[in-house]
C-alpha cells in the first residue's frame, strides 16, 4: 500500500523546489558508448545492452572519477582485455577511459532505446 503525506497544507510549488534539483550529465546513445569501447580497446564488439542486462527505453545513470579499480574490478576488465570475457561493466570500463583520459569526468547518461 502506497504512503501518503499530509499536503493540504504544503505549497505543491514549494515542494517542487525542494525536490528537484538541476545536474550536468554527459549523454551517450549506448551504441555510441559501444563505438568507443570498441576503438579504445580495440575489440570488434561489446554490447552495452548484454552487459548491463537492458530493456528497451532505458536510461543509465555512472559516475565516472579518476579512482583505482578494486582487485575484482582489474580482474574483470584484464578478462576483457584478453578476450576471455564479451562483456564488461560499463562502470569499470567507464573509470578506466576516465582514469586513460579518454573521457572526462562527470556523471554519465546512457540512453538504450532503439
Given at each position: 500500500?502506497?504512503?501518503?503525506?499530509n499536503?493540504?497544507?504544503t505549497?505543491?510549488?514549494?515542494?517542487?523546489n525542494?525536490?528537484?534539483?538541476?545536474?550536468?550529465?554527459?549523454?551517450?546513445d549506448y551504441d555510441?558508448?559501444?563505438e568507443?569501447?570498441?576503438?579504445?580497446?580495440?575489440?570488434?564488439n561489446?554490447?552495452f545492452?548484454?552487459?548491463?542486462?537492458?530493456?528497451n527505453?532505458?536510461?543509465?545513470?555512472?559516475?565516472a572519477?579518476?579512482?583505482?579499480?578494486?582487485?575484482?574490478d582489474?580482474?574483470e576488465?584484464?578478462?576483457f582485455?584478453q578476450g576471455?570475457?564479451?562483456?564488461?561493466?560499463?562502470y569499470?570500463?567507464l573509470?578506466?577511459l576516465?582514469?586513460?583520459?579518454?573521457?572526462?569526468?562527470?556523471?554519465?547518461?546512457?540512453?538504450?532505446?532503439w
Amino acid at each position: 500500500m502506497a504512503r501518503t503525506k499530509n499536503t493540504k497544507n504544503t505549497d505543491a510549488k514549494q515542494l517542487a523546489n525542494d525536490a528537484i534539483k538541476s545536474e550536468q550529465f554527459y549523454t551517450l546513445d549506448y551504441d555510441q558508448f559501444e563505438e568507443i569501447v570498441c576503438a579504445y580497446y580495440k575489440r570488434d564488439n561489446y554490447s552495452f545492452i548484454l552487459s548491463m542486462e537492458s530493456g528497451n527505453d532505458v536510461n543509465y545513470v555512472f559516475e565516472a572519477k579518476k579512482e583505482e579499480l578494486e582487485d575484482w574490478d582489474v580482474e574483470e576488465l584484464q578478462k576483457f582485455l584478453q578476450g576471455t570475457d564479451e562483456g564488461c561493466s560499463p562502470y569499470i570500463l567507464l573509470t578506466d577511459l576516465v582514469n586513460n583520459n579518454i573521457i572526462p569526468e562527470g556523471n554519465y547518461l546512457i540512453e538504450v532505446s532503439w
